[in-house]
């Protein structure tokens, strides 16, 4: 009997079978089917790993001794010959060979090994022209590595690629182009400050952070006192602050004492840090003034800001809110701002140390322990 | 009259055994979206970026310790290596009764520190914080207190004594990957709604190697008990929490490793000090404390694995700590029955509660009354021999697909394993899990529903450990007979006390839940 008389027989034997009973047969033949495609599929995974691994064993070594070699020995390499000597090591150049040798230079910047020859090595391999690729890729995974490796080679050539995703439906894509903007366009990095319509999230300003370092770098960092002053996203103005503050950008005095009167108290709290950074201490009697009629987080703020100034008029204001402050985390801080505080300070401390018992003495204790690294 | 019942019980064994299976194609299905979105938008390079960062935000790691003397040393020294701008190390001395705080004080170089401890969430008594003295391990705390007989008492004593406003919660016995805390962090960083939980996958370190504190090289265990926990964990983690991570429906993040927002934790009242399911209780709590304050928010899951812990060597260990997540899982469905099948819960309530209600709580009480209704069947010549095969053969065969599946998601994922015979070793022992392992599960839980409902004593959850040789860097101890510290029932030096009964606890009504913040309607 062949195999389909034989298959017939017993779907025709089946049929006979309660509902229950068919369904049961089905299921059982279509999972032991798919067992067997996924143990295919098990094997294929592992051979093509068991392949990369190979050539990654065998070239990686090769392309980072090729690559030291280019960037930081005196050596002059022309990019024909760069192109030729890693095309040896690779056999092929192509898209999996090119990843793995901007795997390597992205692993060299990483570590800040710093070399005025990236470019020629850029150049002699069509880097650009393979993230080019990568930004046109259907895969969303590709792109987004288009986006760092790009970042991290420092290349800024790529308006028009970002620009189409900046725009895209896909809010990921969307959110990683305009941050990256800043970093790869030539033209108007800071475009996508004027158009920013959602709240940043934190990972956001972590990646803006870095690409207006970048720009610090290339001496195009912009004055950021504009969007502070005219953006209606209050996550924004709360990142520029701070990096106002970061970059000790001068000249915004003005908006920043303007912004101690915004409804949103993170505006406030971090335009008060800021002016501790950056050392206006005209502020400080009006902070002091504000200090009770503010949320927590801009008392905590002010404090630490007073710290900052470390003028010495203000020790007794700091010695009388630690008394009447209630939140043992804010009267650390307190107690730290003290201690810090000029001469005057420690002196003040040492005698609230002599006069406080129980757990207000811990308190200062704690804080002075140097022992303990994060208060 | 008997035969009708019979065709509805074998109607409803069907119809239930179809719906798990239905529920792990769809969850499978959810995990396959998650995985992939998760590889899509994630790089190293974010790593990188991280660390270079002047914004990233610190980070407790909190490790709780009961009588972990033989690997204590190395595994503090583990997370002491993490890759991370920004954390703190807490070991929480949970009144050890071996020398586990004595061989920190002289490995650590640590003296009695001025703590300012504020109690934010009641425990066992502190007693003292100790710093190390030298500057290599500043960021080392050591909380000494009371023993408060769980391990959820001792995490809440690290959560009074951290700064930072985000904690990883871990065990001493856990080994982290060194970018575990970059890899946790990421999804609380890119996510604008509040994610108030993430996890990563847990495995075994049973046979793995083992360097400073550092896996150097991870194989699948080779005792065949750790082996079928690898594999379990790695569906448990990869195919359910994944899958429910696509629909924001995470049941737990794992005791073992998850990194939590401390401001909400301490908010929901921490972890319920009397609970031996922790880590579900936590979640729990903090889910309902987002939903009564009308608070959107996310809970994390990573496919990578940022965590090998030893997993137990044999029967016995197993029975125990089975016998304990078993009586935790009923503690825990008893104090917040309120919330299963409760639309105000929404989601919590109406999937995920409902979904480990039916098929992880009641799976070993309608499985066990299956094969005593089987055997009942057989004396009387019920049993159809012709189609009680098929039905055994499509449990079966479902489960090494389920088990083949997750094999593949594992290897999406990340490569952990070097060669294709470990991957192997691992898919053939999907073959005979169902006929040895599982049975062995569903009668410790079992056991530990019995356990609960008799209020029997259940101890801190430590585990016979075999520790980690320094001295070859490679192999583990093979001595494993010390047995001072045991899991479950070993009752010695567990203050925990008498439990009480769940007829008690029922009767005491809505006083019960006095920890736990009830659903305001």
Excluded at chain 2, 35 to 60: M, Q
């Amino acid at each position: 009997m062949g195999f389909v008389e034989w298959l017939l027989s017993f779907i025709y034997k089946i049929k006979t079978f309660p509902l229950i009973i068919q369904i049961t047969i089905v299921l059982t033949m279509a999972f032991i089917v798919a067992t067997l495609a996924l143990m295919i599929t098990i094997y294929t995974i592992r051979r093509r790993h068991n392949r990369l691994q190979k050539t990654l064993k065998n070239s990686v070594p090769e392309i980072v001794k090729l690559f030291e070699d280019i960037l930081f020995t005196e050596k002059n390499y022309s990019e024909q010959e760069i192109f030729t000597k890693f095309e040896d090591i690779v056999e092929e150049v192509n898209k999996e060979s090119l990843d793995i040798g901007v795997g390597v230079l992205v692993d060299f910047k990483n570590d800040n090994r710093d070399s005025e020859k990236y470019p020629l090595i850029i150049s002699a391999l069509g880097i650009v022209e393979h993230l080019e690729s990568k930004f046109d890729s259907r895969s969303n995974s590709e792109k987004i590595d288009a986006f760092q490796e790009a970042f991290v080679l420092d290349l800024n050539k790529f308006d028009s690629k970002v620009l189409r995703y900046a725009y895209s439906k896909n809010k990921l894509i969307r959110s990683e182009a305009r941050n990256s903007y800043l970093a790869l366009s030539t033209n108007d990095p800071y475009r996508f400050f004027d158009e920013f319509d959602r709240d940043l999230s934190k990972w956001d300003q972590i990646e803006l952070m870095q690409y207006l370092e970048l720009q610090k770098e290339r001496g195009n960092l912009e004055g950021l006192g504009k969007w502070i002053n005219y953006s209606k996203n209050d996550s924004l103005v709360v990142f520029l602050i701070k990096m106002v503050g970061f970059f000790k950008q001068k000249g915004i005095n003005e908006i920043l004492i303007e912004k101690l009167e915004d409804d949103n108290e993170l505006v406030r709290a971090e335009a008060i840090t800021t002016l501790g950074e950056l050392n206006i201490s005209e502020t400080e009697q009006e902070l002091i003034d504000r200090y009770y009629t503010e949320p927590e987080i801009c008392q905590v703020a002010i404090v630490k800001t007073i710290r900052k100034f470390n003028t010495g008029k203000s020790l007794k204001f700091l010695q009388e809110i630690f008394t009447d402050s209630n939140n043992t985390d804010t009267k650390k801080i307190i107690a730290e701002a003290i201690l810090n505080y000029s001469y005057e300070g420690k002196i003040a401390f040492q005698n609230l140390k002599n006069t406080l018992k129980g757990f207000d003495l811990i308190i200062l204790q704690h804080v002075e322990t140097p022992l303990i690294k994060y208060k | 009259m008997f035969e009708i019942f019979v065709k509805i019980y074998e109607y409803f064994i069907f119809f239930y055994a179809t719906s798990l299976i239905l529920s792990y194609i769809v969850l499978a299905i959810f995990s396959f979206i998650a995985i992939n979105k998760y590889k899509s938008y994630n790089t190293d390079i974010d790593d990188e970026e991280l660390l270079a960062s002047h914004l990233a935000p610190g980070i407790s790691v909190i490790a709780p310790a009961y009588n972990e003397e033989k690997t204590i040393i190395v595994n503090v020294k583990s997370l002491l290596t993490l890759n991370y701008p920004l954390f703190e190390v807490i070991i929480v001395n949970d009144g050890s009764k071996d020398d586990t705080l004595k061989l920190l004080i002289e490995e650590f170089d640590l003296i009695e520190a001025p703590f300012a401890y504020v109690e934010k969430i009641k425990t066992k008594p502190y007693k003292r914080t100790f710093k190390s003295q030298n500057p290599k391990y500043d960021i080392l705390t050591i909380i000494d207190k009371e023993n408060g007989g769980t391990k959820a008492d001792a995490f809440n004593a690290g959560l009074n004594a951290s700064v930072f406003p985000y904690y990883l919660n871990t065990d001493v016995d856990c080994i982290l990957a060194r970018n575990t805390l970059t890899k946790m962090i990421k999804p609380i960083l890119s996510s604008k709604t509040t994610v108030i939980a993430v996890g990563a996958t847990l495995r075994m370190s049973n046979n793995c190697e083992i360097e400073e504190g550092i896996i150097t090289r991870v194989r699948p265990p080779k005792a065949l008990i750790p082996r079928f926990q690898e594999l379990e964990y790695i569906r448990s983690y990869l195919l359910g929490k994944m899958g429910w991570e696509l629909i924001n429906s995470v049941p737990n993040v794992s005791g073992g490793l998850g990194m939590f927002d401390k401001d909400i934790a301490i908010k929901a009242g921490g972890y319920g000090a009397d609970s031996h399911a922790e880590d579900m209780d936590m979640m729990t709590r903090m889910a309902a404390h987002m939903m009564n304050n009308r608070l959107d928010y996310k809970i994390g899951y990573i496919p990578l694995s940022c965590c090998w812990t030893e997993g137990p060597p044999n029967i016995q260990i197993l029975g125990r700590q089975r016998t304990r997540w078993a009586s935790g899982l009923f503690q825990m469905f008893s104090e917040h029955r309120k919330i299963l099948f409760n639309p105000n819960y929404k989601r919590l309530g109406l999937i995920t509660f409902p979904y480990i209600f039916i098929f992880e709580f009641l799976a070993p009480i309608i499985e066990a009354f299956g094969i005593l209704f089987s055997i009942f069947l057989l004396f009387y010549g019920y049993v159809n021999w012709n189609f009680a095969p098929l039905i055994l053969l499509y449990s079966y065969t479902f489960a090494i697909m389920i088990s083949s599946i997750v094999i593949i998601w594992d290897q999406m994922t990340f490569k952990y394993y070097n060669t294709t015979r470990e991957v192997l070793t691992l898919f053939l022992t999907a073959f005979i899990e169902p006929f040895i392992y599982h049975p062995m599960i569903m009668f410790f839980s079992l056991k530990g529903y019995f356990s609960y409902v008799t209020s029997r004593e259940l101890a801190w959850g430590t585990m016979t450990r075999k520790g980690f040789d320094n001295e070859d860097d490679k192999k583990k101890k093979s001595d494993s007979n010390t047995g001072s510290n045991n899991d479950g029932g070993d009752s010695s030096g567990n203050a925990g006390g008498k439990k009480q009964s769940i007829f008690e606890k029922l009767k005491k009504g809505k006083s019960s839940n006095s920890d736990f913040e009830p659903i305001k309607t």
